[in-house]
């Protein structure tokens, strides 16, 4: 059988309908370049760009499609210049929300890093110092609606302080459809100087 191409527009989507008997499904292919998802049955992974952590208080990742049902983000030789961790917030295209965040971050020795309420709370305030070098990932999943659960593990290679490997588990119930995922410094003041971040969705 020869190959069938549909050539769509520069926005919208194409939607394959099969006949409305019991039993049948309609796939939607969404507008993308080189990736295509399944909605509702399968997803390609999409991968972002890496962003340098070299500077500023916050990274923020947005554009996130309402198809994903999973995201990581992922941190490389990150550091700040202070001690004051690291947190995570989301939110839906209004902003992200900084309220009604559930769970706990800890320590790898099984002391209490962070309490969450604000943020997702990844590394508590006093954790780190200002040389420590972070790697590893923050998950985010689509529970149900617009909640979501995270969990992270993250690990420090600089080979010095206590309590080198952090955890958390917690989740979130967001206003609307999240649409962006943001990393920032613990206390919004200390600034990042090392690394970089990049982020993944399916």
């Not at 295509?36 to 890496?50: D, K, L, P, R």
């Amino acid at each position: 059988m020869s190959s069938i191409v549909i050539s769509g527009d520069t926005s919208g989507a194409i939607t394959i309908a099969a006949p409305a008997v019991a039993g049948t499904n309609t796939i939607t292919m969404p507008a993308g370049t080189g990736t295509m998802a399944v909605n509702g049955v399968s997803s390609n992974i999409v991968q972002g760009t890496a962003v340098a952590s070299t500077s500023g208080t916050t990274i923020t990742f947005t554009g996130i499609p309402s198809w994903a049902k999973r995201i990581t983000l992922m941190l490389y030789n990150a550091s700040t210049s202070g001690t004051s961790g690291y947190k995570v917030l989301i939110g839906p295209s209004g902003g992200v929300e900084t309220s009604g965040y559930l769970g706990e971050a800890d320590v790898q020795s099984g002391a209490t890093n962070a309490n969450l309420s604000t943020s997702f709370y990844v590394i508590g305030s006093g954790s780190l110092s200002a040389a420590s070098v972070i790697h590893g990932r923050i998950e985010l999943y689509n529970h149900s609606g617009n909640i979501w659960i995270c969990t992270s593990q993250l690990g420090r290679s600089d080979g010095t302080g206590t309590g080198s490997s952090f955890y958390l588990s917690g989740s979130k119930s967001l206003a609307g459809v999240l649409t962006q995922v943001q990393l920032s410094t613990g206390n919004d003041t200390d600034t990042f100087d090392a690394g970089s971040i990049n982020i993944l969705y399916e």
